[in-house]
């Protein structure tokens, strides 16, 4: 059994590894630290002597096969949803060649009713969307709030914040929970059906949301699509020329010459530069806030507040976005806080320009607003969800997102190519009954690097650290010690449970085999990173050994040093053979 111990000192090195530099600030992000691979930390050396580790043949794992997996919703002539086709019904092609499905659900938000496929066996490990139906239909609700504070103009944000205390007080039914977060990562909250207590979090909201007003062109003023062509030299003969002509008046230059269009040209380059910024900022928040529910049990529907942002340049970052909320089971909904919105070019707020620009920075201003639009209604389109826009009543959008029992189909299946190269790959799906409309994710881009299973590893604990609750795939516990060491210090003891009976073990050579991961780590009340440790154990078990196992389950001891006060602490255990994961936050007392 290894065990790594963390030193603070060294976190910010580690950090950068996982692109965390830009939320350093964010303690329980920190923990990239215990992680990585090869610091020369303190090992223990004590042995597990039931659980020994073979040093000279170390067991390891291969990254299961990538699959596809697709939500697809299905109406008739009249938009009713169809809701008793079966897997044979459906034909899947990637880049027009037919590819097998392996898994097959049928999915609401409210209810869940899993269909075979085919009766087949997939002859590789694919995971499944749905494991367990018989639970499944009574899981309960996690509403995940997402307010974009990254790229949204906080004006919206009274709008927003009145929308939620609406949608708590008169929406929420029994067992649903609620999760309250930012794309800043500002603000976490953790799930919870405490209707007082996200009272209290929504008026908190403005005091830790942490929005900074984009900077953008004055002279000329500029949209995000004209400056986004203007740096692609896109010859629209608007975009620039427009800018070039604004730029004239309001700089008061004499002659519209080239001085005018390298001013243009250098406003644009700036704007497009932080729009692009913090546009991918948003989607990488999206997406790590997506997997980080991928081992939560339950109907998962995220709603993003947002007023827009471009994409064209992002395609990639947007569509790895989606596929991380179809692989953790999350429905995007999007509501577009702009309400009921008019783009109007207000010609009072600069000076004055002939009529014709004018004319044509309100067409302008049209066609950035529905380009900002497009990628929110991807994210609803591509995973089942909504997309309410053009109603200044925000939470009527809330109430028709968690109103709605939303149906669609769940498959998935082996992608055929398992190059790392970028490349876009069509999807195509029919049904064999006619007249059916169907609405699906057209393609996906491949990954431009191999997940290592090492990095997948690593990933997977970071999300359980940060995710808002604890994850139930395997039930984890533990009971704490403390006694004084000196006058300021005391010893706390942690003794970790974890239950193994959910754990699936390869059986190879007469030994059961599986490598278990095991964090722990300290936090005092403000969050701050206090303590914390790793340990990996190999699982190389006799028959009998597994069996003494399954029976007694698996515990570990770790020891921390601190001063009295209140800790949070956080337990997070990982098992290879399926990727099944568990862990558990408890707040304590020492001594």
Request: charged share 25%; aromatic share 8%.
């Amino acid at each position: 059994m290894a065990t790594i111990r963390l030193r603070p000192e060294s976190l910010k090195r580690w950090c950068l590894m996982f692109d965390l530099k830009s939320r350093f600030k964010k303690p329980v992000l920190l923990l990239a630290l215990i992680l990585a691979p090869g610091l020369a930390l303190p090992q223990d050396k004590k042995s597990d002597k039931t659980v020994p580790k073979d040093e000279k043949s170390p067991f390891t794992f291969k990254v299961p096969v990538d699959v596809i997996v697709v939500n697809v919703t299905v109406t008739d002539k009249k938009k009713m949803p169809v809701l008793d086709l079966t897997v044979d019904d459906f034909k899947v092609y990637e880049d027009g060649k037919p590819q097998p499905i392996h898994t097959f659900t049928l999915e609401s938000y409210k209810t869940t009713q899993t269909l075979p496929a085919a009766g087949r066996k997939p002859e590789v490990a694919i995971p499944t969307v749905t494991e367990d139906t018989s639970a499944s239909a009574s899981q309960p609700r996690m509403f995940s709030l997402v307010i974009d504070d990254v790229t949204t103009s906080q004006e919206y944000f009274p709008q927003v914040y009145q929308a939620m205390r609406k949608f708590v007080e008169e929406d929420l039914a029994e067992g649903d929970l609620v999760s309250i977060v930012s794309g800043s990562g500002s603000v976490q909250h953790s799930f919870t059906s405490d209707r007082q207590l996200l009272h209290v979090e929504i008026d908190e909201l403005y005091k830790r949301l942490s929005p900074r007003q984009a900077s953008k062109s004055t002279c000329p003023q500029l949209t995000d699509l004209q400056a986004l062509r203007i740096v692609n030299d896109v010859r629209d003969g608007v975009s620039l020329p427009t800018a070039v002509m604004e730029t004239c008046y309001c700089a008061h230059l004499p002659l519209c010459d080239t001085t005018a269009e390298l001013m243009a040209r250098s406003q644009a380059s700036a704007q497009f530069h932080e729009s692009q910024y913090r546009n991918r900022g948003l989607l990488r928040s999206l997406r790590q806030y997506a997997r980080s529910l991928k081992h939560f049990e339950a109907k998962k529907i995220l709603v993003l507040f947002s007023d827009g942002l471009l994409s064209e340049e992002l395609i990639y970052d947007l569509q790895d976005v989606v596929d991380q909320a179809l692989r953790s089971g999350v429905v995007f909904n999007a509501v577009d806080v702009r309400g009921l919105y008019v783009p109007m070019y207000d010609a009072s707020s600069s000076i004055d320009v002939p009529q014709e620009v004018s004319i044509v920075k309100g067409r302008l201003l049209s066609e950035d607003a529905s380009s900002q639009e497009e990628p929110l209604v991807m994210l609803a389109h591509d995973t089942g969800g909504i997309f309410h826009h053009n109603s200044n009543d925000l939470h009527a959008g809330l109430k028709e997102i968690s109103e709605r029992e939303a149906h669609y189909y769940v498959l998935s299946y082996a992608t055929p190519s398992q190059k790392s190269d970028g490349r876009y790959h069509k999807i195509k799906l029919e049904v064999s009954r006619p007249g059916l409309e169907l609405a699906y994710r057209r393609g996906y881009y491949a990954p431009k690097e191999e997940l290592s299973f090492e990095r997948k590893r690593k990933e997977d604990i970071l999300e359980a650290l940060r995710a808002p609750g604890n994850v139930n795939e395997i039930p984890v516990g533990f009971s704490y010690n403390s006694y004084q060491v000196d006058d300021s210090n005391y010893e706390l003891e942690l003794v970790t449970r974890v239950d193994i009976r959910r754990m699936q073990f390869v059986d190879e050579e007469s030994r059961r085999k599986n490598l278990i991961s095991l964090v722990i780590v300290a936090l005092d009340e403000n969050d701050r990173y206090i303590d914390g440790l790793q340990k990996d154990v190999s699982f190389n078990l006799t028959p009998g050994s597994y069996t003494e196992l399954l029976g007694r389950g698996f515990s570990s001891k770790v020891n921390f040093r601190m001063p009295p006060g209140r800790y949070k602490i956080k337990a997070v255990i990982r098992e290879s053979v399926q990727s099944k994961m568990g862990s558990l936050t408890k707040f304590i007392e020492v001594p």
